[in-house]
């Protein structure tokens, strides 16, 4: 007769522990392949970023160029009217009646020629800002084309280590996905919550030389028995990883030669007899 299937939450806590630590050995393995990548990821996403800003700051520095360019249009139209003002105002100064006339219309020309003056300073600043935004676009152009080719030396690097690992990630993913479902759900909480407070990611560890192998710090008698003995889920008291015996996890730890005892002389020397004359009467 066929045995019935236990469910994850009835299975012996022997059982709930071996499946964790497949669980863990799936998942480092997973995060070697990632630690292959290194940092080629976030680099590929900090290039990224860059590109995106200097392409940005090009479309601005183009746009004040053009805004500049515009100015100085401007300001050559106002010229154009005002030196066509003094044409006009010395043309006039031939049919003045008066003296007041005269001064007015004298008046108007020196205004107008402080006019173009104005507008012709105007020009040079807008003309020198012009030169220097060129100057920062030709710079941003040069330094977008190397941030160009190291995007792409980058990807075509990681798409390779992708590519040579895609297959075995994608079947440990598998693998973890399958061991998953047969561990119970509140332990697989518990076990993923302490993953992500270890740096290392390790939720699960065998107890080594009496000691946590996660955070190494010493385990007191009693509690490595508990871990031996498997009827409950043990967790070190300072890192709050979940504690498995060595055998369990199928690792054979080697037991330290032990040194020779060393060989203590024994004095040759014979208790001395007290004499006749060491007794007193």
């Known amino acids: 007769m066929a045995k019935k299937k236990l469910s994850p939450s009835e299975l012996p806590v022997e059982d709930k522990l071996k499946l964790l630590y497949q669980l863990q050995t799936v998942l480092s393995e997973i995060d070697r392949i990632r630690t292959l990548r290194g940092e080629l990821p976030l680099e590929v996403e900090d290039l990224e970023d860059e590109v995106e800003g200097l392409k940005t700051r090009m479309q601005r520095?183009?746009?004040s160029i053009e805004s500049l360019r515009s100015t100085v249009n401007e300001l050559k139209n106002n010229i154009s009217v005002a030196q066509g003002k003094i044409e006009t105002y010395k043309q006039q100064l031939d049919n003045v009646r008066n003296n007041r006339e005269y001064d007015t219309l004298n008046k108007e020309i020196e205004y107008q020629t402080l006019e173009v003056e104005l507008f012709n300073k105007r020009i040079r600043e807008a003309q020198i800002a012009e030169r220097a935004k060129q100057e920062l676009l030709e710079s941003s152009k040069t330094t977008l084309d190397e941030r160009m080719q190291d995007l792409e030396v980058t990807k075509n690097e990681l798409d390779e280590i992708v590519a040579e690992t895609k297959a075995d990630e994608?079947?440990?993913?598998?693998?973890?996905?399958n061991l998953e479902l047969s561990i119970e759900p509140r332990l697989l909480t518990s076990?993923?919550?302490?993953?992500?407070?270890?740096?290392?990611?390790l939720g699960i560890v065998y107890v080594q030389r009496d000691s946590c192998g996660g955070c190494f710090a010493q385990i007191p008698p009693q509690r490595q028995l508990d871990v031996r003995m498997r009827k409950k889920i043990i967790v070190c008291e300072y890192c709050g990883r979940i504690l498995i015996d060595p055998e369990l996890a199928g690792v054979k730890i080697e037991k330290p030669a032990e040194e020779p005892k060393r060989r203590t002389r024994r004095s040759s020397r014979k208790a001395q007899e007290p004499t006749d004359n060491d007794i007193e009467a």
């Not at 994608?170 to 996905?177: H, S």
């Not at 076990?191 to 990611?201: A, H, V």
């Open 170 to 177: 994608e079947k440990l993913r598998e693998k973890a996905k």
């Open 191 to 201: 076990f993923k919550r302490i993953r992500r407070s270890t740096r290392n990611g």
């Open 61 to 63: 520095t183009q746009s």
